[in-house]
């Protein structure tokens, strides 16, 4: 880790700590137990692969449609609490994962539901509780995250859960990582330290500090590509620095801008991050070619 970045993520933290990472979501998640995209999602074309992917693709044996009684499932994590998974609905192969941190006084329910949205229901989504907030009343159901090594044993454990919940369905090789806030100032850290698992990344209202030349020549000999996401002008402004940094040194980055709407991860923010999924994503066969169109 850069000999900077402990101190840098130790004051990220703390101020989190006080003030708390708010989106603007009202506490609902809409479960309709039953399959279906809301008026905003993303219509998804076929992934252009190459030769020898198609090869695989046509060799492998078409599994029974995955159906679940839920979009949003819990996830039992050993050791943890349970997390909360967006699942595939009516997938016939073996899809990618996503990981989503969420902030400081969040839920797990809103990050699946919103990258849901964005990432239609192509891959898993793997969102980990945390620990409660100790000063939210109970009925508001706060979550916030430890210790960067705990969360990280977290993500690992929740990995593994999801991986023997749904063996068949999971997609070998590197997992998308989302982070928002204190999610994405932890995730940049973990991104560091494993760029051969978290390749590709999506960082919303913080993370771009404190990046150095090592670490993304690191990511970017991974084929990493780093999207950095602000609903404030503040953030706008810092990670489109960042941004110019991180190509400067080799690495793949781009920003974007929701609008100075507030320190949140949906609506604007997230469509914003939509219509750059196509060139974050843009050479995983896994994946596929995610073309924005505005809903009617």
């Given at each position: 880790m850069n000999p900077g970045a402990a101190p840098a993520l130790a004051v990220s933290l703390a101020l989190l700590a006080l003030a708390g990472c708010r989106s603007s979501r009202a506490p609902l998640v809409r479960d309709t137990g039953a399959p279906g995209h809301s008026a905003s999602t993303l219509p998804v074309?076929?992934?252009?692969?190459?030769?020898?992917?198609?090869a695989e693709a046509d060799a492998a044996p078409e599994l029974t449609p995955l159906v679940t009684?839920?979009?949003?499932e819990p996830l039992v994590v050993e050791g943890f609490r349970d997390a909360v998974v967006a699942?595939?609905?009516?997938?016939?192969?073996?899809?990618?994962?996503?990981?989503?941190?969420?902030?400081?006084?969040?839920?797990?329910?809103?990050?699946?539901?919103?990258?849901?949205?964005?990432?239609?229901?192509?891959?898993?989504?793997?969102?980990?509780r945390g620990i409660p907030r100790d000063d939210a009343p109970r009925s508001e159901d706060r979550y916030t995250y430890g210790a960067l090594e705990t969360t990280?044993?977290?993500?690992?454990?929740?990995?593994?859960?999801?991986?023997?919940?749904?063996?068949?369905?999971?997609?070998?090789?590197?997992?998308?990582?989302?982070?928002?806030?204190?999610?994405?100032?932890?995730?940049?850290?973990?991104?560091?330290?494993?760029?051969?698992?978290?390749?590709?990344?999506?960082?919303?209202?913080?993370?771009?500090?404190?990046?150095g030349a090592g670490q993304a020549k690191a990511l970017a000999d991974r084929r990493g590509r780093v999207l950095l996401a602000c609903g404030q002008h503040a953030c706008g402004s810092a990670a489109s620095r960042t941004a110019r940094l991180l190509n400067g040194h080799g690495l793949p980055a781009r920003a974007a801008f929701g609008g100075n709407i507030g320190h949140t991860y949906d609506g604007k923010v997230a469509k914003a991050v939509r219509a750059e999924l196509r060139w974050l994503l843009e050479g995983d066969p896994r994946w596929p070619d995610y073309t924005v169109t505005e809903a009617p």
């Open positions: 074309a076929s992934a252009t692969q190459p030769p020898e992917a198609e009684s839920r979009m949003l699942v595939p609905y009516g997938a016939r192969e073996r899809r990618p994962i996503v990981v989503a941190l969420h902030g400081n006084y969040d839920r797990p329910e809103w990050q699946c539901e919103v990258w849901r949205e964005a990432f239609e229901t192509h891959p898993f989504i793997l969102c980990p990280s044993k977290e993500i690992d454990a929740g990995l593994t859960a999801l991986r023997a919940r749904f063996a068949d369905y999971v997609a070998d090789g590197g997992v998308v990582f989302v982070g928002f806030s204190l999610g994405a100032i932890l995730g940049r850290v973990m991104v560091m330290r494993s760029p051969e698992r978290f390749s590709r990344v999506v960082l919303v209202e913080g993370g771009y500090e404190t990046w």
